[in-house]
């Protein structure tokens, strides 16, 4: 399969412990993306790597998540402290060089901070 | 800052109908434009990409249109079929000097085709 793929699917975890989700992008999409989608809303762009430099975050939602691609393959999302408003769905993209406009998204990853 | 609006949110029709959901933004300075299909739990899955010098363009009984002069593009479903019953949503590059960075979604419409 060389679509995106996301791990775990579904994470379940108690407010305050520290989450990592993985993602690994479609092979040599040099341009990776994370975006965080809450129930009834659109996906919201939190940040983007294009290889491993990591090019925007400004966006990210607070000190507490963190994105990382050390060797321009696969990508970590952190979110340390976990709260409640951050039970979501978190989403990967990848896109081809040069076709920044296209991304191709993974299946997400389920959190769920009780 | 650019927004995306998708009306309606909802849409139930019977199976067959013909129908249309909008999508509105309000920054025209666009280079393209994408709707994009969501199966509840799941990912998101590219169904039609209008780049800005397009007026629309197709996919079996898909079609899209776009007028940034106005701000608005729509998807329209030829012949519904139950199996089309998901969450559309459009969404709009953003950009920055270095080239284009994530996507800006309006909240989708969510469609539900009756049998």
């Known amino acids: 399969d060389t679509g995106v793929s996301q791990n775990p699917r579904h994470k379940i975890t108690k407010r305050g412990q520290n989450v990592t989700f993985r993602c690994d992008p479609i092979?040599?999409?040099?341009?990776l993306y994370w975006y965080r989608q809450t129930l009834g809303q659109g996906p919201e762009f939190l940040t983007y790597?294009?290889?491993?430099?990591?090019?925007?975050k400004s966006r990210l939602l607070s000190d507490r998540f963190s994105a990382e691609r050390p060797k321009g393959s696969f990508s970590t999302l952190e979110i340390q402290r976990t709260e409640q408003g951050d039970s979501a769905m978190y989403l990967c993209a990848s896109s081809p060089l040069g076709r920044a406009d296209t991304q191709y998204f993974g299946p997400g990853t389920r959190l769920t901070v009780l | 800052k650019q927004e995306v609006t998708q009306i309606p949110a909802a849409l139930s029709v019977p199976e067959g109908e013909n129908l249309v959901l909008n999508c509105s933004f309000t920054?025209?300075?666009?280079?393209?434009l994408q709707w994009f299909r969501q199966d509840p739990g799941k990912g998101l899955t590219s169904l039609l990409l209008?780049?800005?010098?397009?007026r629309e363009q197709t996919s079996g009984r898909l079609n899209a249109s776009l007028d940034k002069s106005s701000g608005r593009s729509t998807l329209y479903i030829a012949a519904s079929q139950p199996g089309d019953s998901a969450t559309y949503l459009c969404?709009?590059?953003?950009?920055?000097?270095?080239?284009?960075?994530?996507?800006?979604f309006g909240k989708g419409t969510h469609l539900i085709i009756q049998p």
């Open positions: 209008i780049q800005s010098s397009q």
């Open positions: 092979s040599e999409h040099n341009r």
């Open positions: 790597f294009q290889n491993e430099a990591q090019l925007e």
């Open positions: 920054d025209s300075a666009i280079y393209n």
């Open positions: 969404a709009v590059p953003m950009y920055s000097g270095g080239g284009a960075d994530g996507l800006t």
